[in-house]
């Protein structure tokens, strides 16, 4: 599909409380197609909350669960993106991301960068994960990622360079700092971040944040889609729970490679060399301080 109605469904969930989120997908998701979405995201742990902490285990979800079968069988008539804890095989918990297509789970993706500082406590309760893959949907080649993932650039970098025209970010981001605007600080670095990504690897940049309090903690919202000449095609109101929509047009990527071929001209090779020459040079200085060496 070259266009697209690209959605982003901007809630609340309930924390831990798997029912109640799971009929607030249901609703949102009828509301959608009414409205021709054909691609819908929910933020991180849209299923579940954010501030799990021990609920981590009793909230988990395998990909066969019973309990994503609505989900799925909605996804035959709209891709669907939600935010869940997975347990893996061995009983691990991961912060993940599904993203359903025609009745599947097609893609699953794991957070690897876990915020464990400030108010953040991820580490103690989930794995990390290990992989940035672009995959392929109807909508063309997008990649996943949660949150703190896109705060180092080389994960969009890599899911670029992986064919991904879309990369789709699904956030739980607390306010923190204020602005002399009465704006929050981390809403004005993740729109600069957003911006900047979309128009450096020219691509179509989807950011869906969360609402609400928890623990405390205010969530901001301000969920929006960035083309890839950077410039915002919606956005979403901060503090408030908003269904909102956009036309998505792929070949608009096609033209900003052309125009502006930054991803045709990296140098690949010449990142490879240089990060194993940096990693080398760290490992010497680690076994040099672990002989006691100065």
């Given at each position: 599909?070259e266009?697209?109605t690209?959605g982003i ?8 409380d798997l ?5 607030l997908?249901?609703?949102?998701l ?16 849209s299923?579940?909350g954010?501030?799990l902490?021990d609920?981590v285990?009793s909230?988990a979800?395998?990909p ?7 989900l799925k ?13 997975e347990?893996?095989?061995d009983?691990r ?14 893609h699953?993706?794991?957070k ?5 500082y400030g ?5 103690r ?6 992989t940035v893959?672009?995959?392929?949907t ?9 949150c703190?993932?896109?705060?180092h650039?080389a994960?969009?970098?890599?899911a ?6 879309l990369i ?7 306010g923190r700092?204020l ?5 929050f ?13 979309a128009?450096?690897?020219t ?11 928890e ?10 889609v ?7 095609l919606?956005?979403a109101p901060?503090?408030?729970e908003q269904?909102l929509?956009v ?10 490679r052309?125009?502006?071929p ?10 490879v060399?240089?990060l194993?020459r ?17």
């Amino acid at each position: 599909m070259e266009k697209f109605t690209l959605g982003i469904a901007q809630v609340c969930p309930a924390l831990g409380d798997l029912d109640r989120n799971l009929a607030l997908h249901d609703k949102i998701l009828r509301e959608a197609a009414r409205q021709g979405v054909d691609l819908l995201l929910f933020p991180e742990l849209s299923l579940t909350g954010y501030f799990l902490k021990d609920m981590v285990p009793s909230v988990a979800l395998t990909p066969r669960d019973p309990r994503l079968n609505a989900l799925k069988e909605m996804s035959r008539e709209m891709a669907i993106v939600v935010g869940l804890v997975e347990e893996s095989s061995d009983h691990r918990f991961f912060n993940a991301a599904a993203y359903l297509e025609d009745g599947k789970i097609r893609h699953l993706h794991r957070k690897f960068y876990l915020p464990t500082y400030g108010i953040f406590d991820e580490r103690r309760y989930f794995a990390q994960g290990e992989t940035v893959r672009a995959f392929d949907t109807r909508f063309g080649r997008m990649a996943l990622t949660i949150c703190e993932d896109l705060w180092h650039p080389a994960v969009p970098y890599i899911a670029a360079l992986d064919g991904a025209e879309l990369i789709l970010c699904i956030s739980a981001s607390p306010g923190r700092g204020l602005l002399p605007e009465g704006t929050f600080a981390n809403a004005a670095a993740w729109e600069h971040l957003n911006r900047t990504y979309a128009r450096l690897f020219t691509c179509v940049l989807c950011y869906c944040n969360r609402v609400g309090y928890e623990d405390g903690a205010c969530f901001w919202g301000g969920s929006e889609v960035i083309g890839p000449t950077g410039d915002v095609l919606l956005k979403a109101p901060q503090l408030e729970e908003q269904l909102l929509h956009v036309a998505v047009d792929r070949r608009e990527v096609r033209r900003e490679r052309i125009a502006n071929p930054l991803l045709r001209d990296e140098r690949l090779d010449l990142t490879v060399r240089e990060l194993q020459r940096i990693t080398r040079e760290l490992q010497r200085i680690l076994r040099l301080r672990a002989e006691g060496t100065p």
